[in-house]
């Protein structure tokens, strides 16, 4: 019989295996999910992972991908380092494009190089401000941040749709829900001339290796790592929990919120209902895939980029539907997540354990 027992000491082989693991076991399934479709599952496992980067287009491609989503993932590395559970990267990245665009969209704007400073920092405050709502009631109520932060993303997304249906949309956009064009003085410069690949990604880098320093070589990334190991040895050593959740919501709202305001300055140009195809969901998963390490982080949100990618090209290439993406990405935090378990546990064969005969001692009264 197989036993799940606790390990004496977490296992480090199966801490670095398991992102690994995971990767294969999603391919194979996903090899048996085109054989479920009637789809040559080799075919499609190729436009799903090597037909998106077989030019130096599709790499500027995988490049604009990936920056929102290593923004998203740095701010949300310094909440789970610190087992505070941010789900609301989401909600923070459409604030900061609300944010940003606000400001890029204001009239008399002009050109100038202070305007797209400002149209970012706009992005920033915007995603700062709407993790703050989520800090907020975690200190003052002590309520949940799993699911303030879920409920604030659907705030969210209905405040950026409320924007592109009234306030910012554009009059002369024959009544489409979209603002109107930004200028060029509040557009990101490309980084790779001829393709849309823009310098939010040198601020995606920027982010992962600020976090990295930050728990390796700072005395408030110590703090935060004890918070999240044990909160009563983070308040027996005085560290000041209340600012610490600040910081860390603060931090992770400014990174995502910095990202919505990249994405609609750089290849958008305008602020559109789907400025995010789940940016910040899919962050989640580039936390826990890349072990909440910088390079971990860069090297996982290189793959979740390809995954958007993927499930574009197999649209065009073999007509099967967007959510192809949704679901290889399920899958690999579905096996991410079981993996994991044998961090923490091992499985060992018990063998049947031999009968215990009953013995009855007629024994004498008195």
Known sequence: M??????????????????????????????????GLDRDPIEGLRHFFITPINSSYGWAELGLKMAPLLLCAAGLTICYRAKLWNIGAEGHFLMGAVGASIV????????????????????????????AIAA????????????????????????LLYGVHGPLKDPYGFSFPQSAMFGDSALLPMLIPGTRLHIGLLFAVLAAVIVGVLFARTFIGFQLKVLGEDEQAAAFAGFPRKKLI????????????????????????????????????????????????????????????????????????????????????????FYLLTCDAFIHYRVRWIGSRPAVAKITLAGQEG
């Open 136 to 159: 907020f009631l975690k200190t003052h109520f002590h309520c949940n941040e799993i699911l303030t932060t879920i409920m604030l993303n659907y705030i969210a997304l209905n405040l």
């Open 246 to 333: 600040w910081f860390a919501f603060l931090v992770a709202g400014g990174m995502a919120g910095l990202a919505g305001a990249s994405e609609v300055t750089g290849p958008i140009g305008q602020l559109v209902p789907q400025v995010s195809p789940g940016y910040g969901y899919t962050a989640i998963i580039v936390v826990f895939l890349g072990r909440m390490k910088a390079v971990g982080i860069i090297l996982a949100s290189a793959l979740l980029a390809l995954t958007f990618l993927g499930g574009e090209m197999m649209q065009i290439s073999m007509n099967l539907p967007k959510a192809m993406t949704g679901l290889f990405q399920g899958l690999l935090l």
């Open 104 to 131: 890029a969209l204001q009239p008399g704007g002009g050109s100038g190089f202070w305007i797209l400073p400002l149209v970012l920092l706009a992005g920033v405050a915007f995603g700062a401000l709407w993790a």
């Open 2 to 35: 197989l036993s799940l027992e606790r390990r004496p000491v977490d296992s480090k082989t199966m801490t670095y295996a398991s992102p690994v693991l995971a990767l294969v076991l999603t391919i194979v399934t996903g090899f048996l999910i085109f054989l």
